[in-house]
């Protein structure tokens, strides 16, 4: 097998779209057969049809089969935290009085059809709940986010577009309670939020990539369940997998220690996330299943994707 690769691998390079060759295993519908094939590389599949015959792959190069596989175009992997034009989802970003959190991907305003940012609340606006002076409509967004060394004059990457208020319960216990395990169960259920999501307007529109990190475009968005396979692309861990452990989730969520909100109608996952990784996509196959916002060592929990979207106005790109 490789005295044939190298027999032919000059040939195979010079044909248009091809990107490169090597050994492994035929695929059918992106899964391997188990049967060893000659794989030639393709930035993008082109029919046949619409070929030159020296362009064409053949079937087999002496008793070896081919696979034409689709790559996409290869490029040196730039670091999370790094300033980044155009900026892909699945990298640092956050208002300019945050640490960091993620860039969670591209959307299309319903109405204006104007290209937004979409991350959490707690990353793009503060945790704020629209009247605590966190943060206002028009704040700087930087691009990385201050913590990877976003500079609000060198990085600013757009403004605070619009949010969903994170509503916390009313203090019917002293604060101490609440650090001690005591509150919580004060909260009255009524208070509970149903997405911690917030939208960024780029200043130049350039500067977004419709594209996520090592995942490329989205497909369309998933509806959650127990056992479903998901993965996601964050600023701190990158690429992380895990499975869908319940649905319909109620749980209590601190934005810091004195600070705890109720959450309702949430995905619970696997852990898939540490601290910088918040507005991450949940993901299953290329599509959106929800907004990850908060974890622990144990579990991560995600908005579902379908009232973030509708509670913002917008749509995925």
């Keep these: 097998m490789l005295a044939i690769l190298h027999q032919n691998r000059r040939q195979l390079l010079r044909k248009p779209n091809v990107v490169g060759c090597g050994v492994g295993w035929k695929q059918r519908q992106g899964r391997s057969t188990g049967e060893q094939a000659l794989c030639v590389y393709v930035e993008q599949k082109v029919p046949p049809s619409q070929l030159g015959a020296q362009a064409i792959i053949p079937r087999q190069v002496g008793p070896v089969p081919t696979d034409v596989i689709e790559v996409g175009r290869m490029r040196t992997l730039a670091l999370r935290t790094h300033r980044l034009r155009p900026a892909p989802g699945g990298v640092s970003i956050g208002h300019y009085r945050v640490t960091a959190g993620t860039l969670g991907a591209v959307v ?58 994170l509503r916390r319960p009313p203090r019917r216990t002293p604060w101490w309670r609440w650090l001690l395990g005591g509150g919580p169960g004060d909260a009255p259920p009524q208070e509970a939020n149903r997405v911690d999501a917030a939208l960024a307007k780029p200043d130049d529109p350039a500067d977004l990539s419709p594209e996520i ?32 452990q319940a649905v319909h989730v109620t749980m209590v969520v601190y934005l810091s220690d004195a600070e705890p909100v109720w959450f309702e109608e949430q995905i619970l996952t696997t852990p898939m996330v540490e601290g910088g990784d918040s507005g991450a996509l949940l993901l299953s196959d290329r599509r959106a299943v929800g907004l990850l916002f908060a974890g622990s060592d144990r579990a991560s929990l995600a908005n579902p994707i379908g009232a973030v979207l509708d509670g913002l106005g917008v749509d995925l790109v």
């Design 108 to 165: 299309k305003d319903r109405k204006t059809s104007e290209w937004l940012v979409l991350s959490n609340n707690h990353v793009l606006a503060n945790g704020t709940d629209g009247r605590d002076g966190r943060a206002q409509v028009g704040d700087p967004i930087l691009q990385p986010g201050p913590h990877d060394g976003g500079d609000l004059e060198r990085d600013r990457f757009g403004s605070l577009a619009r949010f969903i208020p």
């Design 213 to 244: 990190m090592g995942v490329g475009r989205l497909q369309g968005v998933a509806r959650a369940e127990p056992g479903l396979q998901v993965m996601k692309s964050g600023r701190t861990t990158a690429l992380t997998s895990g499975e869908v």
